[in-house]
């Protein structure tokens, strides 16, 4: 009956044990250790990589990150589609905070994974304008179907449709540049909330910084007040032992005199 007593006691405390290795092995970017190794991750950009059109194209993609998941498992790395978005943010952040460095090989030498975040962008921009260009040689096409049902096309239809595909190809690039724009727009912003957060701890610091040593100051004038005030002390003190002094060497004079 001990025994059983014994081993209910070990089974409890060892289950303990391992849910609390589990809660431990959870870090603050909600990835499970041990941590993404070079590898895993260079794993996990290729098929983020390939996936990147659907992520462009819908919003709700959180079939997507489980299907990434999926294939990292089937890779060997066990990673939930919730630690895959962490993932991806954190890198992105890393991405955007290295795009300040001027040096392409200082980049890479803080960031490793910059120039496998560069061409997915690289890609997504490409994408982009293309689909914009695609898209504007459909309402081409539809515009010179309908020219061509037409009798009697003059020279001027023809010099007319030269410049409006002068002006669709401005206004790709107009569209394009706009785009791009926006997004450096975006990028300075959280480039300057950052700042205004770390000037704004740098101030905290200061002030922490002044108060104490205003303290410290503060300390010091009393401690030297209180020694000036010891010494006066002393000095008092030392006068009264003098004149203590003097006044029985002249009562032991004059009754030498006496005598």
């Known amino acids: ?8 006691y070990y089974h409890r405390q060892h289950h303990q044990q391992q849910h609390q290795q589990q809660a431990m092995n959870v870090n603050v970017d909600g990835d499970r250790l041990p941590q993404w190794s070079i590898q895993e991750t260079k794993e996990f950009l290729m098929i983020r990589a390939e996936l990147d059109p659907n992520f462009m194209e819908t919003k709700r993609n959180k079939q997507l990150w489980e299907f990434i ?31 300040m460095v001027e040096e392409e090989a200082k980049r890479q030498q803080q960031f490793p994974f910059y120039n496998d975040l560069q061409a997915i962008f690289s890609a997504r921009k490409q994408t982009t304008l293309k689909k914009l260009c695609s898209d504007k040689e459909e309402d081409k096409g539809r515009y010179r179907g309908k020219e061509k049902g037409k009798k009697g096309v003059s020279i001027s239809g023809s010099t007319s449709e030269s410049i409006n595909d002068g002006n669709d190809i401005k ?7 706009r785009q791009q724009m926006e997004m450096e727009i975006q990028w300075r912003e959280a480039l300057e909330v950052r700042e205004n957060e770390r000037r704004l701890k740098e101030m905290e610091w200061r002030r922490t910084m002044e108060a104490l040593e205003n303290e410290r100051v503060m300390m010091d004038i009393r401690w030297r007040e209180k020694e000036e005030q010891r ?8 006068e009264r032992i003098d004149a203590l002094v003097t006044t029985l060497l002249n009562k032991l004079t004059r009754d030498d005199h006496m005598k």
């Open 69 to 99: 998941s999926t294939r990292l498992k089937e890779k060997g790395y066990n990673r939930s589609a919730e630690q895959c978005k962490c993932k991806w943010k954190n890198l992105v952040t890393r991405y955007k905070g290295c795009e």
């Open 171 to 177: 206004e790709i690039l107009k569209c394009f540049m």
């Open 1 to 8: 009956m001990e025994g059983l007593h014994h081993h209910q």
């Open 231 to 238: 010494r006066i002390r002393e000095e008092a003190r030392s």
